[in-house]
Structure formats: structure tokens, C-alpha cells
């Protein structure tokens, strides 16, 4: 019953039941209602999809909201005598909420940014490096030679030191899966503050990269319903920033053209 009454409520609004001439208008005031959502964007209803998807790094999604999310009010705030200044002071709300979770990222990555671990690269055997050094010389010795061959209108031989010179680069790809990996390092998303190890996992032979702490890969984490939910609260932070600056600039010209026309 509860849950019928909260759609109808969200879809007709709470008056639904009232006459036109019995209705005040004005149910978009009502302290049950969202103002966050009526300004164009609820990032606490947004709430459902930011997850935390390994549970290594302590950050807290904003509470989901429970006040009403009613297209119904939110048309009747459009058509309010007021709505410019109902409309200025709900968005005014919004940007202070989204200013504060936006602030609480930013404080959070700087904590992590502090634990993340470098990026290590552990020295090349010896014997190692030396057949390295040798086919990397034969490699490009063999694509220079490809190039003047080339120029030389000898197709054939060209043909012939490309193949060489894959050959070697073969080799060297080999002979690098051979080669002690390292760590690829940590970095910090900059929207939602989460500690990432460099890369994606392909790059890796083994899962023992997962530092402490770290959430994922970099490429599996951008594409998380945790780092969406952050952009999308990030981008609408910046429209509504972008919104309200143009808005006051209009105003503040409005005055300006007052004042010269009062003055003349």
C-alpha cells in the first residue's frame, strides 16, 4: 500500500485527490519533498549506482534519499509565480551538496595518493640483457636496411629485412615474458578517490599486483558503477557551476543596463 501510494505520489504528486480549486499550488514547498531533484539532479537518489565493488578503500556513497522525487511537483514548480526564485534557492542547495561530496573525493584521493606504491622495475638478468641488447641492434640494423632497400626500388630485399627485422621483434616479445614483470605502480581517480594499479590486467601473468588497498585495475575500475556515479556527479557539478555563473551574469547585465538608463 505504502509503495503504490509513494508512486502515484511521485507520478501525480500528493494532491492528487484534491480539485483544481482546492489545491494550494505550493506542494512543492513541503519539507517531504526533494529539492535536490526538483533543482534537476538528486545525487542521493543517485546513490544506487555507486558501489563498491572490493571493499579495500573506505569511501561512503551518498545516503539514498527518501524524500519524494515527483515529476507532478516538480511541473508545478515550473509554472509557480516564483519559480525563478524558488529555482535559484533549490539550486543553490544542490550546489552545496554537490560541492561537499565533490570536496570529500578530492580529500580522500589525497590520503590515497599518499599510499600508492611506485612503479618498480627490477633489473634485467645479465645474460638476459645481453641477448636483449644483441636483437634489438639486428632489429633496427634490419628495418634500416628495409628503408634504404625500399628507397632503392629493391622490393624484394625490403620484403626480406622487414621479415628479418619481425623476426627479431618476435623474439624480443618472447624473451620479454621471461623478464621479472614489477609492479606498473598506483595511481588515484581524481573523481571518486579510489587507489588504481596502472594498466588492466592483461598486462599482467599473475593477480599479485593487487596492492593493499587498491581497488582494481585502472581499466576494470573506469568502468564501475562506483567511477560512473562519481563522473556523473562531477559533470553535473560543472553544469550547474556553468548554469548559475551565466545566470548571474545576466542579471548582473540587467542591473547594469537599470542603472545606465536611471542615470540618463
Same mark, same amino acid.
Given at each position: 500500500m505504502n509503495k503504490a501510494k509513494a508512486l502515484l505520489d511521485s507520478l501525480m504528486g500528493p494532491s492528487r485527490n484534491l480539485s483544481a480549486n482546492e489545491r494550494s499550488g505550493e506542494d512543492f514547498k513541503r519539507p517531504d519533498v526533494c529539492k535536490h531533484y526538483l533543482a534537476g539532479f538528486c545525487p542521493e537518489a543517485h546513490a544506487s /549506482? %555507486?558501489?563498491i565493488d572490493r571493499g579495500k578503500v573506505e569511501i561512503t556513497p551518498p545516503e539514498r534519499c527518501t524524500k519524494l522525487h515527483s515529476k507532478a511537483l516538480k511541473a508545478e514548480l515550473e509554472?509557480?509565480?516564483?519559480?525563478?526564485?524558488?529555482?535559484?534557492?533549490?539550486e543553490g542547495l544542490l550546489l552545496t551538496r554537490l560541492e561537499d561530496i565533490a570536496t570529500e573525493a578530492l580529500a580522500r584521493a589525497a590520503v590515497e595518493r599518499r599510499r600508492c606504491r611506485?612503479?618498480?622495475?627490477?633489473?634485467?638478468?645479465e645474460a638476459t640483457k645481453l641477448k636483449w641488447d644483441a636483437l634489438?641492434?639486428?632489429?633496427?640494423?634490419?628495418? $634500416?636496411e628495409a628503408e634504404e632497400k625500399e628507397k632503392a626500388g629493391d #622490393?624484394?630485399? +625490403?620484403?626480406?629485412?622487414?621479415r628479418l627485422a619481425q623476426r627479431c621483434q618476435a623474439h624480443l616479445a618472447a624473451l620479454e615474458q621471461n623478464v621479472p614483470q614489477g609492479f606498473p605502480g598506483e595511481e588515484v581517480c581524481k573523481y571518486c578517490g579510489f587507489r588504481m594499479i596502472v594498466g588492466g590486467p592483461k598486462q599482467a601473468r599473475s593477480s599479485e599486483h593487487?596492492?593493499?588497498? $587498491? #581497488? $582494481?585495475?585502472?581499466?576494470?575500475?573506469?568502468?564501475?558503477?562506483?567511477h560512473l556515479g562519481f563522473v556523473e556527479i562531477h559533470e553535473r557539478l560543472e553544469r550547474l557551476r556553468? +548554469? %548559475?555563473? $551565466?545566470?548571474?551574469? %545576466?542579471? /548582473? !547585465?540587467?542591473? !547594469? #543596463?537599470g542603472r545606465r538608463a536611471a542615470g540618463r
Open positions: /549506482s %555507486i558501489e509554472k509557480h509565480p516564483q519559480f525563478e526564485k524558488y529555482k535559484r534557492e533549490y611506485p612503479k618498480e622495475t627490477p633489473p634485467m638478468p634489438e641492434e639486428e632489429r633496427k640494423k634490419m628495418a $634500416a #622490393a624484394p630485399g +625490403s620484403l626480406e629485412s622487414k593487487l596492492g593493499e588497498g $587498491a #581497488a $582494481a585495475w585502472e581499466e576494470e575500475h573506469v568502468n564501475t558503477k562506483c556553468e +548554469s %548559475i555563473r $551565466a545566470r548571474r551574469e %545576466i542579471e /548582473s !547585465d540587467k542591473v !547594469d #543596463a
